[in-house]
């Protein structure tokens, strides 16, 4: 008789794990659906297109894309802040069209602790957006990318970059988030 009153308990234990692992189920799903919708944010805001002119160098490595790599990486080390906003623009707009495989290359070209130190030039806003944006397109990419913008200190930057002066680099640095 004992046996009994045991087994109704567990029957009704049994019955209570439906509802969690529905519950898991949906939470699961939420999260899902929120990281599918943020992906797809990111990928339009990648999609844009910046309005406005170019020199032929930036046409010219927009259109080379990777061919121009080299010269790209020589703009951002470069002094001339004309060059590195062009450089650092380039590098967004090939990032912004390309996918992985692209994102590698500028990891493996050195480019990224420059770009986040381009993040502190509060002189340079326009340099500021654009580094923020190419960073985002290439946290944007697997962990082990994301993981390379955060081994390079990027984070702290972007938190304070949300109370900037210029409303489009706060607005890259949540996007960065």
């Known amino acids: 008789m004992s046996l009994r009153p045991n087994a109704r308990a567990g029957a009704r234990r049994n019955g209570y794990k439906p509802a969690v692992d529905g519950r898991q189920k949906r939470e ?39 061919e121009n790599l080299p010269a790209m990486v020589a703009g951002v080390w470069s002094q001339d802040n004309s060059l590195q906003l062009e450089a650092t623009t ?15 290359e500028v990891i493996q070209s050195g480019v990224v602790p420059r770009f986040v130190e381009f993040l502190m030039r509060e002189d340079f806003p326009q340099l500021q957006f654009e580094a923020a944006w190419a960073l ?5 990419g ?33 996007w960065a988030r």
């Open 136 to 140: 985002t397109n290439v946290a944007s």
């Open 90 to 104: 380039n590098f967004r707009k090939l990032l912004t069209i390309e996918s992985s495989p692209t994102i590698e």
């Open 28 to 66: 699961e799903n939420m999260v899902e659906i929120r990281k599918n919708k943020r992906e797809e944010n990111l990928q339009k805001k990648r999609r844009e297109v910046v309005a406005g002119g170019g020199t032929q160098f930036a046409m010219h490595a927009f259109d080379t894309k990777l």
């Open 142 to 174: 697997t962990s082990e990318h994301t993981k390379v913008v955060i081994d390079h200190g990027a984070v702290e930057i972007f938190v304070k970059l949300l109370a900037s002066p210029s409303d489009e680099v706060g607005e890259q640095a949540v």
